[in-house]
């Protein structure tokens, strides 16, 4: 399974949208709706914000948003605000999970 | 709260070994399957090993079969990764983390550093 490569770090203004992508391989973001997103706030626990591709989990804020297109995934992220700063990660499997390297969120 | 605490983690010499221990709160441990994940410095994330809800069947990655064995005490509320034959390569922040599916994972604790060097 190959990996899957995120942009190291993405910072927007508070109210803007920002956009993270996660671009895998034909053999596993584009060929199955088997990515789940998470958040990780500074020095706290990771925590599942998206899964199978742009399904929310119960609790999780509508101003995250997560869509596909062939190989790359997307996490969006509107009305930015300064609690959402962190580091974010996407994930996928066939035959074992396969995590991204993460991408910095900054909040301006 | 829905909460995972490690505990456990410290440095360690190659060729030694160390238990990981992760206590759950605020909800009941034998009713999730659970798993261990890791993250090395400079390196992303990789799963590390699986337990079924009574802990009978158990899943590995290729790089700690064979010396890393999970286990749970569901009377505890309590998992485990028992490591052996450590490699400088193991160095990492451990992570144990609750199925919400298959190869999902919906609750994570903040980790456990497990440094080792001689």
């Known amino acids: 399974q190959s990996a899957l490569t995120q942009p190291a770090s993405v910072s927007g203004s508070p109210g803007q949208s920002i956009t993270i992508s996660c671009t895998g391989s034909?053999?596993?973001?584009?060929?199955?709706?088997?990515v789940s997103w998470y958040q990780q706030p500074p020095g706290k626990a990771p925590k599942l914000i998206i899964y199978?591709?742009?399904n929310r989990p119960s609790g999780i804020s509508s101003r995250f948003s997560g869509s596909k297109s062939d190989n790359t995934a997307s996490l969006t992220i509107s009305g930015l605000q300064a609690e959402d700063e962190g580091h974010y990660f996407c994930?996928?499997?066939?035959?074992?999970?396969?995590f991204g390297g993460g991408t910095k969120v900054t909040v301006l | 709260e829905v909460l995972l605490v490690e505990s456990g983690g410290g440095l360690v010499q190659p060729g030694g070994s160390l238990t990981l221990c992760c206590v759950a709160?605020?909800?009941?441990?034998?009713?999730?399957?659970m798993n261990w994940a890791r993250q090395g410095p400079g390196k992303r994330l990789e799963w590390v090993a699986y337990?079924?809800?009574?802990?009978?069947?158990?899943y590995y990655a290729d790089s700690v079969k064979g010396r890393f064995t999970i286990s749970r005490d569901n009377a505890k509320n309590s998992l485990y990764l028992q490591m052996s034959s450590l490699r400088v390569e193991d160095t990492a922040v451990y992570y144990c983390?609750?199925?919400?599916?298959?190869?999902?994972?919906?609750?994570w604790g903040q980790g456990a550093l497990v440094n080792v060097s001689a």
């Open positions: 709160s605020g909800f009941s441990l034998d009713s999730y399957e």
């Open positions: 034909s053999s596993d973001i584009g060929g199955y709706d088997y």
């Open positions: 983390a609750r199925d919400f599916r298959a190869y999902v994972y919906d609750i």
């Open positions: 337990s079924s809800t009574s802990g009978s069947t158990t």
């Open positions: 994930s996928t499997y066939t035959t074992s999970v396969v």
């Open positions: 199978d591709v742009s």
